[in-house]
């Protein structure tokens, strides 16, 4: 978290609680090491590993599979490829910097330093491809969609990122999102739209991966500058969830029509110079005084109030304030300056938003996209201490510890060579080298490897009935 971040909010829970990629399973990170959870209804909330580790600062996990990325406080340059259900580390790396952050999806793993980002295949943990000499990012904020596209701030001055394309590493777009600098950034969970935030807090901005074009404008407020800790989209990509330093948690609906519109404009200019065109309206304006009027509302007070306020502010301004998009939802919570990680996702077939907390707990909201209005709390779970007991694997200490210094994957003291075959010797390989490969590579596959759950029918059996045998005579 970047200084700013840390003084907008201030407390500090002790614990970091972090979502997988589809909202099915959480970590809960400590100084004590990290627990994972699996999410399946709202009355109960199961945990199936616990590590009994050091000082923990990232825990990752890769969809419900059993690979986990995780890098302690004692090793903080160190990422350890972990297989949990095994209890065993497959392999780790050394980076020449601080991790600030993990990024994971089916065929990619990415780590985020300061000033550069390492692409890896999550197959055999290869090297790809390495982003350098990039601008001081403290906080190690990057995003990286399901489809492995890589956003990244390439600024610290404004709000300009960079989409990186990391399964064939090229360059797409460049543009700037925001004139402040970035504090938030996330893909939709089909990669279609990308949501930021600045550090102002005031405007939240989608874009179109496909063209760089602006899809939607949300106004969070208008009184007071904050900091967007959360911003994620539902897993149905109808709606953003924001939250902040503040007491209240605000949801937005997107429009399917504004995602056709702008998917149907022409692609912004990839190089730097033409991206300071595409900016859009100032996140530096502020309303003083005024709570604004829901986005579309018309009317004699809305004239009224627009005529007042541009005496006092330019045109442009007062029209950016009054035609951006206002929550449809939202959540106060008891106590702000908390950070909560925030998802909207299906739990026992209806909408629920997740807010976990650095304080430890989770709370479940009812959500109810018709009326809107205030979410609702209906469960409150406590993840400092097991719920039910460990259901699945409970692993006491971590004997595989290797240090490296250099960027080179180390198998652990578990992966401990076998003999060769001899066509490998041979060859010239060397047989423990050879048979060592083949081990940790056949542990990380897997890993990664998990059964998925088909939840929606391929087809409909009333449209397309099943063929019935016809015999021919």
Not at 166 to 187: G, I, V
Not at 193 to 216: D, P, Y
């Amino acid at each position: 978290m970047s200084d700013i971040s840390q003084k907008c909010f201030g407390k500090n829970g002790g614990f970091s609680i972090s979502f997988n990629q589809d909202y099915t399973s959480l970590s809960v990170v400590s100084e004590t090491g990290y627990r994972l959870f699996s999410l399946t209804s709202v009355d109960r909330v199961d945990e199936i590993f616990c590590s009994h580790d050091e000082d923990t600062k990232i825990a990752e996990r890769l969809f419900s599979s059993s690979l986990v990325a995780v890098v302690t406080a004692s090793e903080p340059n160190k990422l350890k490829v972990c297989h949990f259900k095994k209890g065993a580390e497959i392999c780790n790396y050394g980076y020449p910097s601080e991790i600030l952050s993990v990024k994971l999806n089916r065929s990619r793993l990415v780590v985020c330093l300061v000033d550069s980002i390492y692409i890896h295949n999550i197959r055999d943990m290869r090297l790809l491809h390495s982003i350098k000499s990039m601008a001081p990012n403290p906080s190690g904020l990057c995003t990286l969609s399901l489809l492995s596209h890589l956003a990244y701030p390439v600024s610290a001055e404004c709000g300009e990122l960079q989409i990186f394309d990391a399964a064939n590493q090229l360059r797409r777009l460049k543009l700037k999102a925001h004139d402040s600098p970035l504090s938030a950034l996330n893909f939709s969970y089909n990669g279609v739209l990308l949501a930021t935030a600045s550090e102002k807090g005031t405007v939240i901005r989608l874009f179109c991966v496909k063209n760089g074009q602006k899809v939607h404008e949300f106004r969070r407020g208008v009184k007071r500058h904050v900091n967007i800790g959360s911003l994620n989209f539902s897993t149905c990509a109808s709606f953003v969830v924001a939250s902040s330093n503040t007491e209240t948690v605000h949801i937005f609906r997107i429009d399917p029509k504004a995602i056709e519109q702008a998917e149907r404009r022409q692609s912004i200019a990839v190089d730097a110079g033409s991206s300071s065109n595409h900016s859009s309206s100032s996140d530096d304006d502020e309303v003083n005084g005024g709570g604004g009027t829901e986005a579309g509302s018309g009317g004699w007070g809305m004239g009224f109030l627009a005529k007042a306020v541009t005496n006092y502010l330019p045109t442009n301004v007062v029209t950016d304030v009054f035609t951006q998009d206002r929550a449809c939802a939202t959540v106060q919570l008891a106590e702000a300056g908390l950070r909560y990680e925030c998802v909207m996702a299906k739990l026992e077939k209806e909408t629920r938003l997740l807010l976990a907390c650095e304080d430890g707990f989770l709370y479940i909201y009812s959500f109810e996209d018709s009326k809107g209005g205030e979410c609702k709390l209906i469960r409150a779970h406590d993840l400092r201490t097991p719920l039910h007991g460990i259901t699945e694997v409970d692993i006491v200490g971590n004997e595989n510890d290797e240090n490296t210094n250099s960027l080179n994957v180390n198998m652990t003291k578990s992966m401990m060579p076998a003999p060769g075959t001899y066509a490998g010797v041979l060859k010239g390989r060397p047989a423990d080298r050879m048979s060592a490969d083949s081990d940790w590579c056949h542990d990380l596959r897997e890993a990664v490897e998990y059964p998925v759950k088909v939840t929606v029918p391929i087809y409909d059996e009333m449209q397309f009935p099943p063929v019935t045998p016809i015999t021919v005579e």
